[in-house]
């Protein structure tokens, strides 16, 4: 129902900058919130930030905390995910996701399985 393109991955040093974008077309409507996955080689997806539709509240995992911004374009049906000062350890595919869900609490949305729709993933290299 939801189609996610995502964009902005690529090769960066160590302290630098990029933005991930991520479009999302069809029944977006439906969509109560969005968020950002990463998973680097031989480990497990990992939470990195979500925001909650229709408020826009943000939430973010520890690791990225004061480093990484999510916001969104409600006209452009779009999520972006700044990310400054990016470390070695930042490197990964990162995923896109929506969830059609509604929770009782922002912690929901941290976890995978909570989401319903999901990118095809943007490579994200920091060397140094």
């Known amino acids: 129902q939801v189609q996610l393109v995502e964009s902005g991955g690529g090769l960066v040093q160590a302290g630098a900058s990029l933005r991930l974008s991520c479009a999302a077309s069809?029944?977006?409507?439906?969509?109560?919130?969005m968020g950002w996955f990463r998973q680097a080689p031989g480990k497990e997806r990992e939470f990195v930030a979500a925001?909650?539709?229709?408020?826009?509240?943000?939430y973010y995992a520890d690791s990225v905390k004061g480093r990484f911004t999510i916001s969104r374009d409600n006209a452009k049906n779009t999520v972006y995910l700044q990310m400054n000062s990016l470390k070695p350890e930042d490197m990964a595919v990162y995923y896109c996701a929506a969830s059609a869900a509604s929770a009782v609490r922002p912690s929901y949305y941290s976890v995978a399985t909570s989401y319903n729709f999901w990118g095809q993933g943007t490579q994200v290299t920091v060397s140094s």
């Open positions: 925001i909650i539709w229709s408020r826009g509240s943000t």
């Open positions: 069809g029944r977006t409507f439906s969509t109560t919130a």
